[in-house]
């Protein structure tokens, strides 16, 4: 019984980066002598136990074959006898094909150690080709690993190509491919993820709004920017991805992808501002139309939700930044309008409502009134 550290453990030491999760393959035991041995099983589908000490997992050295289409379609094969190379063989790339024996010794039978020195997505072998979810786990590693100068190699992006001309694309669950893409949109270029995509004819079949150069280049620079800005949430980012989308469009696609709510609403509002923000003059903007804007975003109630707003209306309408920042100072004057006030001075019911936006509207008009000098 020999157990090997592998996968991204071993890729991310010898890339120099901080190894986070450890993860370890034993060959030439049972489940029973893993259980002998304090070990805990976890894994329903194959045996994966943790250790009964560092909690970190342990696999018994498995085969993988498939039975039928989508990335469900696998049968496992795990026993005593399975080598080490045929586990190392069912990954995806080359880069994640490595491991390492207790002595330090690396075990690279496929060569992951030259792709890492030549910045090299490659994959293993055709079995790559059996799971469709392996296009987008490779245009993820892309996004991670563009920073370090990476890319998909020739081969594979041929290989993957042609799993999309085959139809295994169609066949992926949108939850499993919304994973990818929230993961995709946290790595550190997520453009390349998308790039990816496009360049495999993958991203036709997923977000085909997005298929065409102009509109993938806007995406892309809106993607960019909301990226570089801190800490930005998995719902600003996925908003500014539809951004150039019509709003009818985004929310179709936003509910076929299965987005959480959250995003689907924030994509949502991003796009339906998106005409309307154009359309204020800049120079002479009416009062009416910045508190009707601020009444569709609700503000009122949800302003964390109006500042991601603005925040991705920014990175998705660069040449706009002008009436951005009315509309933030519209915002401003109007969420000072007390009701409790106006209560007090007798109005209440429908006067109440109408009370609340004529002193809302007063308050934006001499907030964003131009200036005489």
Known sequence: MQAYLVGGAVRDELLG?????????????TPREM???GFKQVGADFPVFLHPRTREEYALARTERKQGRGYHGFTVYSAPDVTLEQDLKRRDLTINAMAKAENGDLVDPFEGRRDIEDRKLRHVS???????LRILRTARFAARFHPLGFSVCDQ???LMKRMVDSGEVDHLVPERVWQEFQRALH????EAFFEVLRDCGALEVLIPELASEKVFQLAMAALGCVHRRLHAETEERFAALLSPLDAPVAKDRAKALKAPNDCQNLARLVTAFTPQIRDIDAQRPEAETLLDLLDQADVWRRPERFSQLTKVLECALPGDSLTLDLLRTASEAATGVEPRTLLAQGYKGKELGNAIRTERLKRIGDAVAPTNH
Request: glycine share 4%; hydrophobic share 50%.
């Open 17 to 29: 980066l901080e190894v986070k999760d450890r993860d370890w393959v034993v060959v030439g035991a």
């Open 35 to 37: 259980l002998a041995n």
């Open 156 to 158: 594979t992006m041929a």
């Open 126 to 132: 055709e079995a790559f080709a059996e799971d469709p």
């Open 187 to 190: 790595e550190q270029a997520p």
